[in-house]
């Protein structure tokens, strides 16, 4: 088994790396560039781009307060990237549980 960072081989079905110590039982995160559902303000566009890039929303969401208040450009940021970002995949719906055995 090959470590995904530091391409060392290592025992079949090691969960961590011999020579850096990394996790190797899960693939790393993928960040998709859609807009988020939860904990949203208005598009939950500032919300997509802080899970995608891996900083804080509130620096965003200041980010762009700062730019509608230094020019009005960031309005216009604001919805190309409205537009141009897909909403989030739904969560699966859970299943009904199956009835009991007996009932009718």
Known sequence: ???PYC???NQ??????????SWMVDPPPVREWTRAR???MLA??????????GVPVAALRLGFVLSV??????ILAYLAL??????EPAPPAALPAPAAAGTA
């Open 69 to 74: 208040l230094l020019g009005g450009w960031g």
């Open 7 to 9: 391409r060392s081989q």
């Open 12 to 21: 079949p079905g090691s969960t961590r790396c011999a020579a850096c110590t």
């Open 44 to 53: 939950g566009v500032c919300r997509g781009l802080a899970t995608r890039f």
């Open 38 to 40: 939860s904990q949203r």
């Open 82 to 87: 409205w537009i141009a970002m897909p909403l």
């Open 1 to 3: 088994m090959t470590c």
